[in-house]
């Protein structure tokens, strides 16, 4: 059993939104270590709660927010998708550090892990190479279904949601760029509109993929500014200085399903492995789960997943 409670902090946008978080714990014990939940693009922490009271169950403390723009961390359901913040990567990336420095004050002696799926893999990414010489006793990172999207291809993205911004401003929602998002190769055999759910990008999961699209805290359209921040994040993340820039003393796992698209169906995936063995961590592992897709903690095999990622943390608690 577990307990769950909320808490809230500041964001560092434009209008020091207030965020919405959320915190598992175990029933009773003392807890052997904590996990920061960093989620996706178009989705919000509850959706994690299977997952966290697994972990819960098991002594951990876990907590995570909603970004701006997402779940409860807006003042109105308009705001889903919009971010009043000049760099808009950058901003979420403080708020993930804000996060961690409250859950570091209120579990300074215990293991600290950070989990970061799909926009949020990237964010962690750039997270660790942006705040590693803030970073303290830090066990083990978890990347999950993230990717490697070629700079020819930002550039081409970001130079378009500019010619949008100029003619419709930052807070447009451009169905243009959602499906631009979705154009790829990679996606050509998987129904991204959840008229299909069997064929659905997200997971083999109907039934999740039903409840998803069913969500309206899963299904709004993200600003022009909202893009940019998968566009700022990759880019960061593509450039190699800013990778050496990590501790890499921090063990780190990579996590995705072979036929994820956002990934190229593991080959993206394996650069963005390959270019953290090249900068030099330390403990970086990878692994790809067969026939597996986006969403790994909603998967048909997640319970064996629960348990790897359970595993790689348990094996690193120091």
């Known amino acids: 059993m577990s307990k769950v409670e909320n808490y809230s902090f500041k964001s560092s946008d434009d209008e020091q939104t207030t965020i919405h978080a959320v915190k598992w714990s175990p029933d009773e014990g003392k807890p052997v270590a904590v996990l920061q939940l960093v989620h996706g693009m178009i989705e919000y ?3 994690y709660d299977e997952f966290a009271r697994f972990l819960a169950d098991r002594g951990f403390i876990v907590m995570g927010h909603d970004h701006i723009g997402h779940g409860d961390s807006v003042k109105s ?3 889903w998708g919009v971010f009043h913040t000049k760099n808009p990567d950058v901003t979420l990336v403080e708020d ?4 961690y420095q409250i859950i570091k004050e209120q579990y300074p002696d215990i293991p600290y892990f950070i ?3 799909s926009m949020g893999s990237y964010l962690l990414r750039e997270f660790l190479s942006m705040k590693a010489g803030e970073l303290q006793d830090v ?3 978890i990347i999950m279904g993230t990717g490697t999207v070629p700079d020819k291809t930002l550039k081409a993205a970001l ?12 807070d447009y929602k451009s169905k243009f760029l959602a499906n631009l998002s979705s154009g790829g190769a990679s996606y050509k055999d998987y129904d991204c509109t959840g008229k299909d759910p069997e064929k659905s990008w997200l997971s083999k999961n109907v039934e999740s ?3 998803y699209y069913k969500d309206p805290k899963d299904t709004f359209l993200f600003s022009v500014n909202g893009w940019k921040i998968l566009y700022n994040s990759c880019r960061y993340d593509n450039n190699m200085e800013n990778v050496k820039k990590m501790n890499m003393e921090i063990p780190v796992l990579f996590v995705s399903g072979s036929e994820d698209p956002v990934g190229d169906l593991g080959e993206g995936v394996k650069l963005a492995y390959k270019s953290f063995l090249d900068a030099g961590v330390k403990d970086c592992t990878m692994h790809l789960y067969e026939n597996d897709r986006h969403e790994l903690l909603q998967e048909t095999d997640r319970e064996k997943i629960y348990s790897d990622l359970y595993d790689f943390m348990k094996e690193r608690m120091r």
């Open 115 to 117: 989990l970061g799926h």
């Open 96 to 99: 993930m550090f804000t996060n």
């Open 159 to 170: 130079a378009i949601a500019n010619i949008i911004s100029v003619f419709h401003g930052p």
């Open 77 to 79: 359901e308009s705001d």
């Open 45 to 47: 922490t509850e959706r």
């Open 209 to 211: 993929v039903t409840k």
């Open 139 to 141: 066990n083990g990172a």
